[in-house]
């Protein structure tokens, strides 16, 4: 707690460090470092300090010197070891703990320390071998520098180079040999030159001799002073470069003799702008291919962001055909007697010349008596009371056999067909469902309603169950 407490601090969240170091003090008390770091956190805070708990008075040996504050002791070091300066920390640990001998977190952060400054110094000890080595690659490579340019035959220059690696290793043998080499004599203007020149052996000298030649050289090249030395002028005057042209390869140049049309400006001319014509036209072409794919992506993504909105919009045909019609009169005149009634007279209605639909109208009338017997229209009213839908959609039809054309019964029998469609629906009886709307639209051919119930009693079933809910209310 203590050091979450001067980590806190340390952040700035100086009440938060408050709170960890009173937590402390309520369950050690007599805590004098946790004491001394909530009283100062206090006077930042603009608060009292805390009263010292009672405690006997301390042995006149054992007293501190009143110049000497362990609290201001301890966080002086934990400020100088947070600085870095961990000589400094150690001492004021060391007062610290002369004061109170008995505090042991006291010896751990002394230890630590000590610690550290121990690896400080032997990473320090360590960086002179490192700078050695960086000295003798920085030495080889002006000895290598320098080699080169006397190949050349460029002795001032070499000079110079191997005067540089005397500064970086003064009497470096080899550095003192390249030297004498830079001051070989040149044959006199005069003298003839000979034809084939052999070198001479040169004599191994003393090292003292040598030191006195470069001290000579030096001399000659500009004062015994090494920082007088001055770079030849061959490398500080730019040189006029040499225009030689570009490389060819030996199957263009002989091109270029058979054919020497090929050699004239104006055939280069012509030769260099039809590349660049070519260039511009492929990066044209290129531009041209990419901006027709964008073209085409947005087609594509603008379609796809209009289809479910096109969908939504669709504009449904509601009204039926006679062939359907006479397809279900046909096919429901056994099962349904009463609904293929209702479906010839519609056909009739729609085709009042075809001979056809008539005929099927009659057979369709012929097959209508039947059904429940004694129905009566109180019955009907009390099944409907009772919730038995079933019972009084079989007195309807009962009665509707009888009375086909009762526009009163068939209104009763629409609404039947509608409470009798939504009880299905809630059962996941599709199919009966499916039923109870067709025989409301044989009831109410007029009405399109009962079409576009049929359309959706198919879409809700195609859906989700969770999303089945509310859709289910408008089949009803």
């Not at 009659?362 to 019955?379: D, I, S, V």
Request: hydrophobic share 40%; aromatic share 4%.
């Amino acid at each position: 707690m203590l050091a979450e407490g001067c980590t806190l601090y340390d952040m700035g969240q100086i009440e938060d460090a408050l709170r960890k170091w009173e937590q402390l003090l309520k369950l050690d008390p007599t805590h004098a470092l946790a004491r001394g770091y909530a009283n100062g956190a206090r006077r930042e805070l603009g608060l009292p300090p805390l009263e010292a708990p009672a405690a006997p008075p301390p042995a006149p040996s054992e007293a501190p010197p009143a110049d000497e504050d362990l609290d201001n002791l301890l966080r002086e070091a934990v400020q100088l070891y947070d600085m870095g300066l961990v000589e400094e920390a150690i001492s004021k640990w060391e007062r610290a703990l002369a004061l109170e001998p008995q505090r042991h977190e006291i010896e751990g952060y002394l230890r630590q320390a000590r610690i550290e400054l121990e690896r400080e110094a032997s990473s320090r000890t360590a960086v002179a071998p490192a700078s050695a080595a960086q000295e003798q690659e920085a030495l080889d490579l002006k000895l290598r520098q320098a080699e080169h340019l006397l190949t050349l035959q460029r002795h001032e220059e070499a000079a110079f180079t191997f005067q540089q690696a005397l500064r970086l290793a003064p009497g470096d043998a080899t550095a003192l040999a390249g030297l004498e080499r830079c001051r070989k004599p040149s044959p006199a203007a005069g003298a003839p030159a000979s034809s084939n020149p052999r070198p001479k052996p040169v004599a191994l000298l003393d090292p003292r001799k040598r030191i006195e030649m470069v001290i000579v050289a030096e001399g000659a090249l500009g004062g015994t002073d090494p920082s007088a030395v001055a770079p030849p002028t061959s490398l500080t005057q730019a040189q006029a470069p040499s225009r030689q042209g570009l490389p060819l390869p030996e199957r263009l140049k002989a091109l270029g003799d058979q054919l020497p049309w090929l050699r004239s400006p104006r055939t280069l001319a012509l030769l260099g702008g039809g590349t660049v014509l070519v260039v511009v036209l492929l990066f044209w072409l290129r531009g041209h291919f990419k901006d027709q794919e964008l073209a085409r992506a947005v087609q594509t993504a603008k379609a796809a962001a209009i289809a479910p909105l096109a969908q939504q919009t669709q504009v449904l045909e509601l009204t039926e055909s006679p062939a359907s019609v006479r397809e279900e009169a046909e096919a429901t005149l056994v099962s349904d007697p009463l609904r293929a009634y209702l479906r010839a007279e519609h056909l009739v209605a729609q085709l009042p010349d075809d001979a056809a639909a008539a005929q099927l109208f009659e057979k369709t009338r012929a097959q209508l008596p039947g059904g429940a017997t004694g129905a009566t229209l109180p019955e009907f009213q009390k099944h409907l009371q009772h919730g038995d839908l079933e019972a009084a959609a079989k007195v309807m039809d009962a009665l509707l056999r009888a009375q086909p054309g009762d526009a009163d019964l068939r209104g009763r029998a629409a609404r039947l067909s509608l409470q009798l469609c939504a009880a299905h629906v809630g059962q996941g009886k599709w199919e009966e469902a499916k039923d109870d709307l067709m025989r409301g639209r044989a009831l109410v051919p007029s009405d399109k309603s009962w079409q576009a119930r049929l359309l959706l009693l198919e879409r809700v079933k195609a859906m989700p169950k969770p999303q089945r809910s509310g859709w289910i209310p408008l089949l009803g």
